[in-house]
């Protein structure tokens, strides 16, 4: 039973969500190719290094530079053919493409897999993560986008073979305009050791800034809750939660943030959870690990001005 790997690619490198894929696939078959969608062949090269891939398939194309979600399905669907398996990370790359994919197949997609248990059998969350549900597929292709929180990264050191394969581009509906893409320094939220998150509690933009502060301070990603990017205090690139990103960091400092359920969901993995906040009754409070019971300026003051 052979799995393809649906590759995203960040430039030329491999996304976190892609490397988890590659781990969760490796329980299903020892037979795993990937799939990589781009409008240079050489992107392919940091793929054919992976561990555990045997064959690199490479659809290159100047019209993939900008592709639309309906041309990438139709090509993934084609490619199927040959795979029982389809597997990719759970990011907006994938969940644009794998439901459609599905529906080219006429399967049912099995979304943000945290456990396989057999070749049929996987858990996934429901209800905000307060259910983790065993699902059983009956189809006889099965498609599904995989947690990267719940599966290690895979490694480098493999050299799969790449063949450059040859399809007609299907016509798109839709023409690319332009792309706006926030630009750090920081560590990417989805993969940071360390991330700060600041809710509503910071009041203001103005205020949030002791958020950036001190995550520079740490070396540390930077977090809210939807409430705070509601509010308009940073953009909703950074939103973590069910709505938002999924982390698991070793360290998750959050900061003003009561804890709805949507946004528990997205950091309940962490390894340790610190809250900065004067309600020790808040349901993030509750899951914390260490709580500071205490005004968060001052706190936030005290730990900018702190010598590390």
């Given at each position: ?192 050791d360390r991330i700060v998150s600041g809710g509503r509690g910071l009041g203001s933009k103005e205020n949030f800034a002791l958020i950036d ?96």
């Amino acid at each position: 039973m052979s799995v393809l790997i649906l590759i995203e690619l960040n430039g030329s490198e491999v996304s976190s969500n892609s490397r988890a894929a590659i781990t969760a696939a490796t329980q299903l078959s020892d037979n795993i190719d990937a799939l990589v969608l781009t409008d240079d062949s050489a992107n392919a090269t940091s793929v054919a290094s992976l561990d555990s891939i045997n064959n690199v398939k490479v659809i290159a194309d100047s019209k993939l530079e900008h592709v639309s979600v309906g041309v990438a399905s139709k090509l993934v669907a084609e490619v199927m053919a040959d795979y029982k398996y389809l597997l990719s990370g759970s990011s907006t790359y994938s969940k644009n493409i794998l439901p459609r994919v599905g529906a080219l197949l006429d399967v049912q997609p099995i979304s943000d897999v945290c456990e396989i248990k057999s070749n049929n059998t996987f858990v996934r969350p429901l209800y905000a993560g307060n259910i983790m549900a065993t699902v059983e597929s009956s189809d006889d292709t099965i498609v599904m986008t995989i947690r990267a929180t719940a599966f290690e990264h895979s490694g480098d050191g493999g050299s799969a073979a790449v063949e450059e394969l040859s399809l007609p581009i299907p016509e798109q509906k839709s023409n690319f305009i332009s792309i706006q893409e926030s630009q750090s320094e920081r560590p990417e939220l989805t993969t940071a050791d360390r991330i700060v998150s600041g809710g509503r509690g910071l009041g203001s933009k103005e205020n949030f800034a002791l958020i950036d502060q001190l995550a520079d301070k740490l070396d540390a990603a930077v977090g809210a809750s939807r409430a705070a990017v509601d509010a308009g205090f940073i953009s909703n690139d950074y939103q973590v939660g069910q709505t938002g990103k999924v982390v698991a960091p070793k360290l998750y400092l959050a900061v003003g943030i009561s804890g709805a359920i949507q946004h528990l969901a997205g950091m309940k993995d962490s390894q340790v959870i610190v809250v900065i906040n004067n309600d020790p009754d808040a349901p993030m409070a509750r899951m914390a690990d260490l709580v500071w019971q205490t005004d968060l300026f001052g706190a936030l003051k005290e730990l900018n001005d702190h010598s590390l």
